[in-house]
């Protein structure tokens, strides 16, 4: 009984310990949480850019604002750190040098000088 209670004490501490290590702890916290800010003429201060994770492209993008930041997650000073905290709901871009066109080859009639 004791063994049992360590070993879920134990994997209870490491699991903890492995969440804490993220930036974020899971995707509704971090990508996909929708943050309500008062609107831009309400906010003082100056202008501030962060990243953020858009619902509706499935991309990061730039926001600017004046709004203090009050959130704690969904905003991202980086680019590359929006990127790698979303990427399991990015869509994946597929390079055009991937994609193979079979196109038939038309060869032009010859002129032989002929009306």
Same mark, same amino acid.
Request: hydrophobic share 35%; glycine share 6%.
């Given at each position: 009984?004791?063994?049992?209670?360590?070993?879920?004490?134990?994997?209870?501490?490491?699991?903890?310990?492995?969440?804490?290590?993220? @930036?974020?702890?899971?995707?509704?916290?971090?990508?996909? /949480?929708? =943050?309500? #800010?008062?609107?831009?003429?309400? !906010?003082?201060?100056?202008?501030?850019?962060?990243?953020?994770?858009?619902?509706?492209?499935?991309?990061?993008? @730039?926001?600017?604002?004046?709004?203090?930041?009050?959130? /704690?997650? =969904?905003? #991202?000073?980086?680019?590359?750190? !929006?990127?790698?905290?979303?990427?399991?709901?990015?869509?994946?871009?597929?390079?055009?040098?991937?994609?193979?066109?079979?196109?038939?080859?038309?060869?032009?009639?010859?002129?032989?000088?002929?009306?």
């Amino acid at each position: 009984m004791r063994l049992w209670l360590f070993s879920v004490i134990a994997i209870g501490f490491c699991w903890m310990m492995g969440q804490t290590a993220k @930036k974020h702890f899971g995707l509704e916290d971090g990508c996909v /949480k929708k =943050n309500m #800010y008062m609107h831009e003429s309400a !906010c003082p201060g100056p202008y501030r850019i962060y990243f953020a994770f858009h619902r509706v492209i499935f991309d990061c993008i @730039k926001v600017r604002t004046k709004c203090p930041r009050i959130y /704690k997650y =969904n905003e #991202y000073n980086t680019l590359k750190e !929006c990127q790698t905290d979303c990427a399991l709901l990015m869509v994946p871009v597929i390079k055009n040098d991937d994609v193979t066109e079979s196109e038939p080859e038309t060869k032009k009639p010859e002129d032989n000088g002929d009306p």
